[in-house]
């Protein structure tokens, strides 16, 4: 017979929830500050393993409690290193994140939704509909699992090979904001998983009512998806556009309160042949963007079976990149990543929707043993 009242899950809770929960078990307050960083520093899934607990709390602890990751669902690694898994959570639904490793850096993309309610025409994410928001635990639980994979527990102070956050992954983070606030400021906790805000990027479409108090409640680098210099274009990219056109858009970015020349706005412009990589295009941008501190990442279409669209040419993505360069902007080309394993930048796609077969079979041929 199973236990009626599920085990609460401890990951995701804020420290005062923390402290709360041990105030309800009858424990002192100092027993959170313990268990945050048994769950956050050393990576702990099993109170049996927190050996500075009293043994007797240790077992009163496992009666009421877990320290749950999503489950993982495959793992796939790309000839390049990048590496993706597809979670599970514990309501069945599932989502991905991505690692990319480089050189000076390993940047964890990480989803906020099951599926996404934008419908960006470029975008593979888009064409599989929102199932829910996830949760703080489960946008922890991204970062906790890529970190059992990569072997970083206790959470290394040097020499990370997961150093960087991007909320870039499935869904819209502006739309389930409350969450991924909450996870954030866990992810930020000095003495847990301790990335540092300047080291954390969050990706909108352009929900711009939100966007201000992103800044001022977290601080961490802003990136827009923008692909598109004028409102009838980007409606159809872009269809959240149609409430928050580009004026505001990009007013909402001259205000955003942790932008600085230091600390740049990233836009986000996915090159599509024959749709938006014109040099005139490119002016336009450069006339849009004027006063803001920014920089533009240009990204080659990184195509999908049914795809609507075709990549630029390198010849056009590199005129464009001059022109926006030329004015003062650096506009790097991203280095397509993961594309064998549909782990790219717009690749996304859970299997909380069913794959074509080949697709399938592709990903599966790449599995990691």
């Known amino acids: 017979m199973t236990d009626p009242t599920p085990k609460k899950n401890l990951i995701g809770l804020s420290r005062d929830e923390l402290a709360a929960e041990m105030k309800t078990i009858g424990s002192e307050p100092f027993r959170a500050r313990q268990l945050w960083h048994w769950i956050y520093h050393r990576g702990a899934t099993d109170f ?3 050996t500075t607990l009293a043994k007797s709390f240790r077992a009163q602890l496992a009666e009421s409690y877990v320290v749950e990751r999503p489950v993982e669902s495959r793992a796939l690694k790309s000839e390049d290193g990048t590496r993706k898994w597809l979670m599970r959570f514990a309501d069945g639904n ?19 939704q099951v599926g996404c309610t934008l419908n960006c025409r470029f975008c593979h994410t888009g064409t599989q509909k929102l199932v ?4 703080a635990s489960e946008i922890v639980g991204q970062i906790m699992l890529a970190r059992d ?3 970083e527990w206790p959470s290394p102070p040097d020499n990370r090979q997961l150093t960087n956050i991007v909320m870039m992954g499935m869904g819209e983070p502006l739309y389930n904001y409350d969450n991924v606030a909450k996870a954030l400021k866990i992810v930020m906790d000095g003495e847990g998983l ?16 939100l966007i201000a108090r992103c800044g001022e409640e977290l601080a961490v680098n802003l990136a827009i998806s923008l692909h598109a210099v004028n409102d009838e274009l980007r409606d159809v990219l872009v269809p959240i556009n149609k409430k928050y056109p580009l004026a ?6 001259r205000n955003y309160p942790a932008a600085s020349n230091a600390r740049r706005i990233t836009f986000e412009y996915v090159m599509l042949k024959g749709v938006n990589d014109s040099p005139a295009e490119a002016r336009e941008l450069v006339r849009l963007i004027e006063g803001i501190p920014a920089k533009v990442n240009l990204i080659p279409f990184n195509a999908w079976p049914g795809a609507p669209y075709e990549c ?9 990149s001059d022109i926006v360069n030329a004015a003062g902007y650096a506009s790097p080309v991203r280095a397509p990543r993961g594309r064998d394993i549909l782990a790219a930048c717009g690749q996304l796609k859970s299997d909380s929707v069913k794959l074509r077969r080949s697709e399938r079979d592709k ?3 790449a599995a990691v043993d």
Do not use: W, Y
């Not at 630029?312 to 464009?320: L, Q």
């Open 363 to 365: 990903l599966e041929n």
């Open 312 to 320: 630029s040419s390198n010849n056009a993505i590199n005129a464009f």
């Open 48 to 50: 049996a393993a927190m």
């Open 194 to 209: 301790s990335v540092s805000r300047r080291k954390i990027t969050l990706s909108t479409a352009g929900v711009v009512p």
């Open 248 to 253: 505001q858009l990009l007013e909402a970015c």
């Open 149 to 151: 994979s990569l072997g």
């Open 94 to 112: 599932e989502a991905e994140c991505v690692h990319i490793p480089e050189e000076d850096r390993g940047t964890l993309c990480v989803s906020s």
């Open 132 to 135: 829910r928001n996830l949760d």
